[in-house]
């Protein structure tokens, strides 16, 4: 039923090294991918996004890559920091049917000092 | 600028009370989304409008659960009579184009 699944609830990484978070998704009709970023106590905040005429969109540290043969797409991280930690939100819409964004149950990320 | 403000921030209220949960939109957004947090479902769309008017509102959970727009810049979700099982973290969102929505902080609900 879930059409965005984050099948990593939680992930821990050395401060400096690479995060790559994973996200896959059901529906052939999304076309457009983001993510989000939540600390505890606060509201999820947007980080990145790709079009799904893209592979791939980098913005600094965050990079994101998308195969859609496989609706798969990842979040890369590099270097990771511990301002990083937070639960990381994979989101998915369909911009010519419905305009909702569906996300998936998100990855909490640690990084340790 | 100011962002999606939402109210109150945490609630605790008795099983069968009505909770009324309150939504500040960004000036000149158009869209707006509430979504509820709960660790078993993650966040799960509840209802959007846009423009005022009610789009979906097939995640609105049972006839328990309404909201309303009664202006362009504020919404209200409410739960009357509340249950246990409506403990969550409730998020407000809204949109003026494209793909990108704007969250609140949240409204922390406890129903005991």
């Known amino acids: 039923d879930q059409q965005v699944k984050q099948n990593s609830p939680s992930l821990s990484v050395q401060e400096g090294r690479i995060s790559i978070l994973n996200c896959d998704y059901t529906?052939?009709?999304?076309?457009?991918f983001l993510w989000y970023k939540k600390y505890p106590a606060e509201g999820p905040t947007f980080l990145i996004s790709?079009?799904?005429?893209?592979d791939k969109n980098e913005d600094g540290r965050f990079t994101v890559f998308l195969n859609k043969s496989a609706k798969h797409l990842s979040l890369h991280i590099v270097p990771s920091q511990p301002g990083d930690s937070a639960v990381y939100f994979c989101?998915?819409?369909?911009?010519?049917?419905?305009?909702?964004?569906?996300f998936g149950k998100g990855t909490k990320l640690t990084v340790n000092p | 600028d100011a962002g999606v403000i939402q109210s109150p921030r945490h609630e605790v209220t008795e099983m069968g009370q009505e909770v009324t949960l309150r939504c500040k939109l960004i000036?000149?957004?158009?869209?707006l989304f509430w979504y509820r947090q709960t660790m078993m479902r993650g966040l799960e769309l509840l209802i959007y409008?846009?423009?005022?008017?009610?789009?979906?509102d097939s995640g609105m959970p049972e006839d328990r659960f309404s909201a309303k727009m009664p202006n362009a810049s504020f919404s209200t979700l409410k739960i009357q009579p509340s249950e246990p099982r409506d403990s969550a973290v409730y998020f407000c969102?809204?949109?003026?184009?494209?793909?990108?929505?704007?969250f609140g902080e949240g409204s922390w609900l406890t129903v005991v």
């Open positions: 969102a809204s949109r003026f184009s494209g793909n990108t929505i704007y």
């Open positions: 989101a998915a819409i369909d911009q010519g049917g419905s305009e909702k964004l569906v």
């Open positions: 790709i079009s799904s005429i893209k």
């Open positions: 409008f846009n423009n005022n008017v009610p789009i979906d």
């Open positions: 000036s000149g957004h158009n869209s």
């Open positions: 529906n052939s009709m999304f076309d457009y």
